[in-house]
């Protein structure tokens, strides 16, 4: 279990920009209409609700896909997929997000709902994306 504040080991699969979210077997899950605001990856060694390894955005810097840096987690978003509990753990090389990107998120989350809906009905997946709260350390 992560906590705020942690440290951590994150893997990198989406670099800032990137457009293919992939599962951990490697085959693609989904693409992007809109290039990813932040670097994307998981938290190695630990599991989310929906067993997926545990979503971690990172903020702060750019890392590449496969980089896997230790950082601290500054954020918590609190989501349910299809009513399973798939957290979104925000990832920074510094101790603390800073407010932009606080707000970054924040909206982020606010519109992500909405498009995983949309992609999610493309597949014909039944069910939707629900963000419950954020929190920051």
């Known amino acids: ?14 670099a800032r920009g990137g457009r293919e979210k992939r599962h951990p077997d490697g085959s693609i899950d989904y693409v992007s209409p809109v290039p990813a605001p932040f670097a994307y990856g998981s938290v190695v060694g630990a599991w989310g609700g929906d067993g997926d390894p545990l ?35 925000v990832a920074s090389p510094e101790r603390v997000a800073r407010w932009y990107q606080r707000a970054g998120v924040r909206l982020f989350f606010a519109v992500y709902p909405w498009a995983r809906g949309w992609i999610d009905a493309r597949k014909g997946r039944p069910g939707r994306f629900e963000v419950l709260g954020v929190r920051w350390r």
């Not at 440290?7 to 699969?13: A, G, K, M, Q, Y």
């Not at 810097?61 to 957290?87: K, Y």
């Open 1 to 14: 279990m992560v906590v705020l504040g942690d440290t951590v080991l994150v893997e990198v699969e989406i």
């Open 55 to 89: 979503d971690a955005v990172i903020v702060g810097c750019s890392p590449s896909p496969g980089a896997q840096l230790s950082l601290h987690l500054v954020g918590h978003v609190r989501a349910l997929d299809r009513g399973l509990e798939d957290d979104k753990w």
